[in-house]
């Protein structure tokens, strides 16, 4: 297994742009976890998923974040438009039951 | 906002000497977690202790949990220079599959 797969890597974008980071969770996996990283804040949930049914979303800073899971192989987290304090590593996770399996990470820039 | 509070937040040892991280949080578990967090890589799972246990091991960690404290120690014994690392401590609470993460402990082993 390839594990969870995150792409792209790294994102640098000018302020006002649309991004979109996507993940592939690992298979069989039913629930699906998005993360974002800083060094101010910490590791903080957004939004997750399970059965590709979004289940809490109150993580979600503004109404400039969006997620969607259209089936259970891939899921997006979108942000329009994107500003310079939503630079953070955004990761992705999946789970069957407990222990999480997490994606390397997507790095995002914005200036 | 984070539930883990962890301690201390950076710590320094030589190799073979053992490690002790804690992590405090706030409400009723279901579950603590622990992971490890290479830089600039994703978090990987090392152990999961139920809020019904009260010590686990698993090669060279060791967990422990005091529910009536709302605390848990992760010890790692005979350290390795690779054991280098964030760690970081989650919960999961009674009635939901999110986990909140702790701030982290950075610890750095010296060959």
């Known amino acids: 297994d390839a594990g969870v797969i995150q792409s792209p890597r790294h994102e640098v974008t000018e302020m006002g742009q649309e991004v979109t980071l996507r993940c592939k969770p690992i298979?069989?996996?039913?629930?699906l976890f998005w993360y974002r990283q800083t060094m101010m804040r910490g590791l903080e949930l957004l939004i997750y998923f399970n059965n590709n049914v979004p289940i809490d979303d109150s993580g979600m800073p503004e109404d400039r974040f969006s997620a969607k899971m259209p089936n259970a192989s891939f899921s997006t987290l979108k942000i329009q438009p994107s500003e310079p304090r939503d630079s953070a590593v955004y990761f992705c996770a999946s789970s069957v039951g407990e222990g999480y399996t997490f994606g390397s990470g997507t790095r995002l820039t914005v200036v | 906002s984070q539930q883990g509070e962890e301690d201390p937040q950076a710590l320094s040892i030589q190799e073979g000497e053992n490690a002790t991280m804690n992590c405090s949080y706030k409400?009723?578990?279901?579950?603590l977690q622990w992971y490890r967090q290479n830089s600039g890589r994703g978090l990987v799972h090392l152990i999961l202790?139920?809020?019904?246990?009260r010590e686990k091991h698993s090669g060279r960690l060791r967990v422990t949990l005091d529910t009536s404290k709302k605390s848990s120690s992760l010890l790692i014994t005979a350290s390795r220079a690779a054991d280098t690392a964030s760690y970081f401590c989650?919960?999961?609470?009674?009635?939901?599959?999110?986990?909140?993460f702790g701030t982290g402990t950075r610890l750095q082993v010296f060959p």
């Open positions: 409400t009723s578990i279901n579950n």
């Open positions: 202790i139920r809020s019904n246990e």
């Open positions: 989650a919960t999961s609470g009674v009635s939901t599959d999110k986990l909140i």
């Open positions: 298979s069989g996996h039913n629930s």
